[in-house]
């Protein structure tokens, strides 16, 4: 676990030790802390800048919503449909964002989260795919969409704030 505090950035590393019995087993963490050099830019490096991750997830949403519909798959069941609208519309727990983020970060989260729960209602089922084709391609355009999610929740939660 990389931490940063205002004055020095820390690799937290457990260790886990089993005591008691087959009946009463017990495990006991330790936490061992490393002085490591500041973190934080190198993981810009690999998960992209906050603004990269944000255009990326709004171009991919364009073009996967294309492709779904282009192969007439975007449908849904009406239960999952009002969790649909309801997410779209900003319905996301509070309790799940942080309080000290700035509006950037914010918004960028909260987009990735709900496309991740959408994501998760989508691949339920095949939606309107009748043939395996047509599933297949739709399940690769939801995982780019998911994939996409994640890596803007790495960089909103990872990019430096100003």
Do not use: C, K
Request: a neutral charge.
């Amino acid at each position: 676990l990389l931490v940063h505090t205002p004055t020095t950035s820390l690799a937290l590393v457990p260790e886990v030790q089993q005591f008691g019995s087959a009946y009463e087993p017990g495990h006991l963490v330790t936490w061992h802390a490393t002085p490591v050099p500041d973190w934080r830019l190198a993981t810009v490096g690999r998960n992209g800048s906050l603004q990269d991750a944000d255009r990326d997830l709004r171009q991919g949403l364009i073009t996967v919503t294309e492709a779904l519909v282009r192969l007439d798959v975007a449908r849904w069941h009406d239960e999952d449909a009002a969790q649909v609208a309801a997410l779209r519309d900003g319905a996301l727990p509070r309790w799940r964002m942080p309080d000290h983020l700035d509006g950037r970060h914010a918004r960028v989260l909260g987009s990735a989260a709900r496309l991740r729960a959408i994501v998760a209602l989508a691949t339920r089922d095949d939606g309107g795919a009748v043939s395996l084709w047509q599933a297949d391609q739709r399940s690769a355009a939801l995982r780019d969409v998911d994939r996409m999610s994640r890596r803007a929740i790495a960089a909103a939660s990872t990019f430096p704030t100003p």
